[in-house]
């Protein structure tokens, strides 16, 4: 299936957009953004000088709710948020690494466009008291099958997940789900709002 070009906008340009809004705003979030880092797959830093700390204003309440949904009901608990508006352009630069490879299921072929690069899918986690991240028995971006929600109950009655990282991904989904957020079959930490087919008709692709 093809998909008509959308309309662009620059990531450097958001901020001057009413569609966007900055991760900053939710004071009840925390940002970690690991491809502003070099603690992703591909060991360096994609974003920079860029500001990828943003999502579309409709994503962006709808996180809000989340945060609000876990503020009053595990106060101790904060969402962090991992990766939100990603370039289309570093979409495109993720795929050359990955292509061919096992990790390639992980990543959106950037002819299909990534719901990333529209800011309507964040890739998030959960912080304690303490701010450090609830064990959710994989890390963010392990490319294997215990990333998989779909398979959670197998892989706890394998021994391979504890019944404590299916409760933290529950908390999560929760969290989420009362935002209006969906989450994804592969990937504990993704999720995306919005119809994806209507996002990738009718909003905008950053670039
Ligand atoms: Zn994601």
């Known amino acids: 299936m093809s998909h008509p070009a ?19 705003t939710l004071p009840q979030v925390r940002v970690d953004l690991r491809y502003a880092s070099t603690r992703n797959l591909l060991g360096h ?28 009901h595990h106060p101790e608990l904060r969402l962090c948020v991992l990766d939100a508006a990603r370039p289309h352009r570093v979409q ?3 795929w050359t690494h990955v292509q ?53 109950d197998q892989l706890a009655a394998q021994g391979l997940l504890r019944s404590e990282h299916l409760r933290h991904r529950a908390l999560l989904r929760h969290a989420m789900q009362h935002g209006g957020w969906q989450g994804i079959a592969t990937e504990w930490w993704h999720f995306d709002f919005g119809d994806r087919e209507t996002v990738r008709a009718r909003y905008q692709l950053i670039v």
């Open 100 to 152: 061919g490879t096992s990790m390639e299921r992980y990543f959106a072929n950037p002819a299909r466009r990534s719901i990333h690069s529209f800011g309507m899918a964040v890739d998030l986690t959960l912080l304690d008291a303490q701010g450090h991240e609830l064990d959710m028995g994989t890390g963010f971006d392990d490319t294997t099958e215990l990333s998989h929600p779909a398979l959670e």
């Open 45 to 72: 830093d994609l974003y920079s000088p860029h500001d990828c700390a943003w999502l579309h204003a409709e994503a962006a309440a709808a996180l809000e709710l989340s945060a609000q949904w876990l503020q009053a």
């Open 92 to 94: 495109e630069l993720f």
């Open 6 to 24: 959308p309309p662009t906008i620059s990531i450097d340009a958001l901020g001057s957009s009413p569609d966007f809004r900055a991760l900053g």
